[in-house]
C-alpha cells in the first residue's frame, strides 16, 4: 500500500560531506583559478570515491512475498545493469549499482521461514546483518534454477536470429493469439493452480478412473476429498508397466512433491507371469524384480496414507498411472493435456522437458525410463506453465519447435556460446552478441565475467553447470571463502541432512511455533469483580491492538480474562501499560501464559527489539476509526524524518485496523517520535506506542501460525504423535546445526569485499504436511556494519 512511498521517501539521499582540500588558503590572485580547477577536480574525484551502492526496497508494507521470477530479475539487473534488457526491479531499488563490487547469493536449501523464527536465536549474524527481509513462495522443483533463469530461458524466443519462432514470424496478432486453443480455454492472464485441474466432465472424456465407472468398481479411492485451493500440496506422479498375462500391470511408481523430491519410489511385484518385461521402456528386468515381495495393495494404501486431502496429483497422461494402480483420485491436472495443441494434438513429455524446461529425460544411453525423473518434469512443466501464464506457453511456439532443423538449430546455438564462454570467438572490438533465452549467467561468462557455483553432490541441479561439487557444508564453506573474491557473480548453497527435515521433525517444529506464537500473543488479567462489564473491559484492551478472542475464566476465586491479541506489539503493549492499572475498578495484574516455551519470552522480546528489520520502526495504536489515509497522515506529519507509514486493513472486511507501523530514517527520530506520541497519551490522547517487535513481512505470516482456520490455538501442551524423546534430540541437533549454519555465513559474509551485494535465501518447503514459505535477506556489505556484525 505504501510501498512506492517508500520508495520515494528514501531514493534521495544527498551527499554531504566536506574534504580538507576545500579549506581556503590565501594565495596570490593569479593562482587562485588554477587552485579553484585542482579543488573541483579533488571534490569531484572525493565524491566519486565515497559513492556507495545502497537498497531501497519497498517492502514496508502488507504484502511483502516476493515471486521467484522477481528475485531472478533482480539478480539479473544487480549482475548485468541495464544491459542485456535487464531492468530496474520496482521492488526494490538498487542505486549506484555499477559501484558494486561483486553478487554473492546464498541458498540454504530445505530451510524455510518458519526454521527462522523457531530458532530465531541461533540465526544472530542473519537477522542483525541483512537490513532487508521478504517473504518467498514455497521452493519451486528447482529453487536454483529458478531464480537464475534456468526454465524461462525461451521466455524472449523471438528475438533470437533463425530461432523457431523468428523464424516463423512468432505469434504477433491478437486475433491469431485468440485462437489458440490454450488461449481459448485459459485466456492470457496468469491463474492459480486450481484453475487446470480437470473437471468431471474431462476426466469422464479422456477416461480418467471414476466412481461408478464401468471397469472401476474395485477400484480404492485415495479419500483426498478436502477442497482444493492455489496453495494446495502439488505431487508429481508416474508409473511403469510390463506386460503380464492380465496386459499391462504397474510394477514401479514414482511420487515427488512440488519441490520435485522423490518421496516414494516403490517397485511391485505383478499379480500374474510377466510376458514382457519392457525394458526399454520400463527399465524393469527380471533379475530387479526377483527379490521384490511388495504387492499393489500395499502400495495403495502407502500412497493414501502419504497424500494430504487436499493433494493435487499431476503427470503426463496420468489416467494411464491411476488405471494401473487400480486408484480414484478428485483433483488432477495432465500435462500432456495442459500443452495440447489443435485438434487436441499432444506432445511427449520427452519434447515438452526439452523444449519448455532445456532439461534431458529418458535419454538413450540410459535403460528405460525413470519415473522420478517424468514425474519431477510433470511438475516442472505445471510450475511453468502456471509461473508464466498462457500467454508465453504459447509464444514458445511449440509446434514450429517440433521439427528437427529447428531443434539442431537451437543446440547448436548453445554449443556456440560454450565455445564463446571458453575463449573461442571471433576478433571483434564488440563484447560477444549473446542470443536473448540464455541465462545471465552465460552473458556473464561470454563477457569475461567469473560465475562460481558450489554445491552439495547430491543437490547438482541438472539445468546448472556445477563448478564445484563438495561433499560437506563445511568443504562448501571453506572453497567459498577461498573462490568467492575471485568470481563477479557466485551462488553457495549449503544444506541440512536428511533427519533435519524430516516429516516428523517439521511437524513438531511447526507444532512448537503455533504454540509459541499463541502464548505470545495472549495475556491474562485480574482479578475483576463479579458484576464488572465485559464490553468496557474489551474496549480497554482494544486500545492496545486487535483482539482476535476474549474469554472469561470463572475457575479461579475471582473473574479473570484471557486476550488473544491479533500482533505481538498489541500483546506487549497491554503488558507494559495495563499490568498495575486500575481497570474497571480493580488494580489488575497483566501477565502472559506460564509454560517452559514462555520461560524466554523477555529475551525473545528484546531480541525482537534490536532486529535490524525493525530498526527505526515504532508501533502506534488507539487509531479511531472515523480517521482516513489523509487524515492519518497529517496526523504524523510533525515527526522529523518520517519514511514511511503502513496501516494493515482487515483482510474480511477491508477496512483500517486501529494501529499502523512508521518508519524513520534513524533510530533516534524513532525514539522521538515515540515519546513524543506518549506524551500526548499521558496528555489524554487515545494513541500509545512502542518499538515494532515484528517486520513487516511476518504480519500475516504469525496470523497464519497462531491460528487455525480462524480459531484460536487451545493453550493446553499439545500431544504430539510422534515419538517425544526422539524428536526432541532431533531438534536440539536442529538447532545447533542451524547455529553453525549462521556462523559459517558470518566468517563467508566477513571475507567479502565491502560493495558486495549479498543475497540469503531459504527457498521453503512442500511437504506432505503442507506448504512452508521461504525467507529473502539481502544487504550491501558496509565496513561498519560487518564489524558491528
Known amino acids: 500500500m505504501f510501498a512506492n512511498e517508500m520508495g520515494e521517501a528514501t531514493c534521495i539521499i544527498g551527499h554531504k560531506r566536506s574534504h580538507e582540500c576545500n579549506e581556503e588558503v590565501e594565495e596570490p590572485q593569479k593562482t587562485k583559478k588554477k587552485r579553484k580547477v585542482d579543488e573541483d577536480t579533488c571534490q569531484k574525484q572525493h565524491q566519486r570515491k565515497e559513492k556507495k551502492s545502497r537498497l531501497s526496497a519497498g517492502l514496508f508494507g502488507e504484502d511483502c512475498e516476493i ?323 498462457p500467454r508465453k506457453v504459447v509464444e514458445l511456439n511449440l509446434e514450429t519447435v517440433l521439427s528437427a532443423p529447428n531443434l539442431m538449430e537451437l543446440s547448436q546455438q548453445k554449443s556456440a556460446l560454450q565455445l564463446q564462454q571458453n575463449g573461442i570467438q571471433k576478433q571483434s572490438s564488440e563484447p560477444p552478441s549473446i542470443p536473448q533465452p540464455w541465462r545471465f549467467l552465460d552473458h556473464l561468462n561470454a563477457t569475461g565475467q567469473k560465475t562460481l557455483l558450489l554445491s552439495r553432490k547430491e543437490l547438482a541441479s541438472s539445468g546448472l553447470c556445477q563448478n564445484s561439487l563438495s561433499t560437506s557444508n563445511k568443504q562448501i564453506l571453506k572453497r567459498a571463502i577461498q573462490e568467492v573474491p575471485l568470481s563477479s557473480f557466485s551462488i553457495i548453497q549449503f544444506a541440512l541432512r536428511s533427519e533435519h527435515v524430516a516429516p516428523d521433525l517439521v511437524a513438531e517444529v511447526c507444532e512448537k511455533m503455533r504454540i509459541k506464537l499463541a502464548d505470545m500473543l495472549t495475556v491474562y488479567a485480574g482479578p475483576f469483580d463479579k458484576d464488572f462489564c465485559l464490553k468496557s473491559l474489551r474496549r480497554e484492551f482494544k486500545k492496545c491492538g486487535p483482539i482476535h478472542s476474549l474469554t472469561v475464566l470463572t475457575e479461579t476465586h475471582q473473574p479473570h480474562i484471557c486476550i488473544q491479541y491479533e500482533v505481538l506489539e498489541a500483546a506487549q503493549l497491554a503488558m507494559e501499560s495495563l499490568n498495575g492499572a486500575d481497570v474497571a475498578g480493580s488494580c489488575i495484574k497483566v501477565q502472559r501464559p506460564v509454560t517452559v516455551m514462555m520461560l524466554d519470552c523477555d529475551m525473545l522480546i528484546k531480541e525482537l527489539e534490536m532486529d535490524i528489520e525493525n530498526e527505526g520502526v515504532i508501533y502506534v495504536a488507539g487509531l479511531k476509526k472515523t480517521l482516513t489515509e489523509t487524515d492519518l497522515h497529517e496526523k504524523f506529519s510533525h515527526l522529523k524524518d518520517l519514511q514511511a507509514l503502513f496501516w494493515p486493513r482487515d483482510l474480511k472486511r477491508g477496512k483500517h485496523r486501529n494501529y499502523c507501523f512508521l518508519k524513520f530514517q534513524t533510530s533516534e527520530s524513532a525514539l522521538e517520535a515515540l515519546q513524543d506520541i506518549n506524551r500526548q497519551g499521558a496528555e489524554g490522547s487515545r494513541l500509545q506506542s512502542r518499538k515494532a517487535l515484528t517486520p513487516s513481512h511476518l504480519h500475516r505470516w504469525i496470523c497464519h501460525m497462531a491460528h487455525n482456520d480462524g480459531k484460536p490455538i487451545q493453550l493446553a501442551h499439545h500431544i504430539l504423535h510422534v515419538k517425544k524423546e526422539q524428536l526432541s534430540t532431533s531438534e536440539q541437533d536442529l538447532r545447533k546445526k542451524l547455529k553453525k549454519l549462521d556462523h559459517g555465513i558470518k566468517k563467508l559474509y566477513r571475507s567479502l569485499e565491502n560493495n558486495t551485494l549479498c543475497v540469503v535465501l531459504l527457498p521453503g518447503v512442500n511437504s506432505v504436511h503442507g506448504s512452508f514459505s521461504g525467507l529473502g535477506l539481502m544487504g550491501i556489505k558496509e565496513e561498519s556494519r560487518s564489524s558491528a556484525c
Not at 485466456?187 to 472424456?205: D, F, N, Q
Not at 499431476?314 to 488405471?323: I, T
Open 67 to 389: 515471486s521467484h521470477e522477481q528475485v531472478y530479475e533482480f539478480l539479473k539487473y544487480a549482475a548485468l545493469g541495464k544491459r542485456h534488457n535487464a531492468a530496474q526491479p520496482s521492488w526494490c531499488r538498487i542505486y549506484h549499482r555499477r559501484h558494486l563490487a561483486k553478487v554473492v547469493v546464498i541458498v540454504l536449501q530445505e530451510v524455510s521461514q518458519l526454521y527462522f523464527y523457531r530458532f530465531y536465536v541461533q540465526f544472530k549474524h542473519l537477522r542483525r546483518a541483512f537490513q532487508h527481509r521478504f517473504s518467498l513462495p514455497p521452493t519451486s522443483a528447482n529453487f536454483i534454477a529458478s531464480v537464475c533463469g534456468e526454465g524461462i530461458s525461451m521466455k524472449h524466443q523471438n528475438s533470437i536470429p533463425g530461432s523457431a519462432s523468428a523464424s516463423s514470424g512468432h505469434i504477433s496478432k491478437n486475433s491469431d493469439l485468440q485462437k489458440d486453443p490454450i488461449i481459448e480455454k485459459y485466456g492470457e492472464e496468469k491463474h492459480g493452480l486450481t484453475s487446470y485441474i480437470l473437471t468431471l466432465e474431462e476426466m469422464r472424456k479422456y477416461n480418467y478412473p471414476l466412481e461408478g465407472s464401468p471397469g472401476c468398481e474395485n477400484y480404492i479411492h485415495t479419500q483426498c476429498e478436502s477442497p482444493r485451493t492455489d496453495s494446495s500440496p502439488l505431487f508429481g506422479l508416474d508409473c511403469e508397466m510390463c506386460l503380464t498375462e492380465k496386459g499391462n500391470e504397474v510394477t514401479r511408481v514414482s511420487l515427488v512433491d512440488a519441490e520435485g523430491r522423490c518421496i516414494m519410489d516403490e517397485l511391485i511385484k505383478p499379480e500374474t507371469q510377466i510376458l514382457n518385461y519392457l525394458t526399454r521402456y520400463s527399465g524393469i528386468t527380471r533379475k530387479i524384480l526377483l527379490p521384490v515381495k511388495t504387492k499393489l495393495p500395499e502400495i495403495q494404501d502407502k500412497l493414501k496414507k502419504l497424500l494430504p486431502r487436499d493433494a493435487v496429483l499431476v503427470g503426463h497422461s496420468l489416467n494411464a498411472d491411476l488405471h494401473a494402480l487400480q486408484m480414484i483420485h478428485p483433483s488432477v491436472i495432465d500435462t500432456s493435456l495442459l500443452f495440447a495443441r489443435h485438434k487436441g494434438r499432444r506432445f511427449k513429455l520427452k519434447f515438452l522437458a526439452k523444449a519448455v524446461l532445456g532439461k534431458e529425460i529418458q535419454c538413450e544411453n540410459k535403460v528405460g525410463h525413470d519415473p522420478t525423473e517424468d514425474a519431477e518434469a510433470a511438475v516442472e512443466l505445471l510450475q511453468y506453465f502456471i509461473d508464466q501464464g
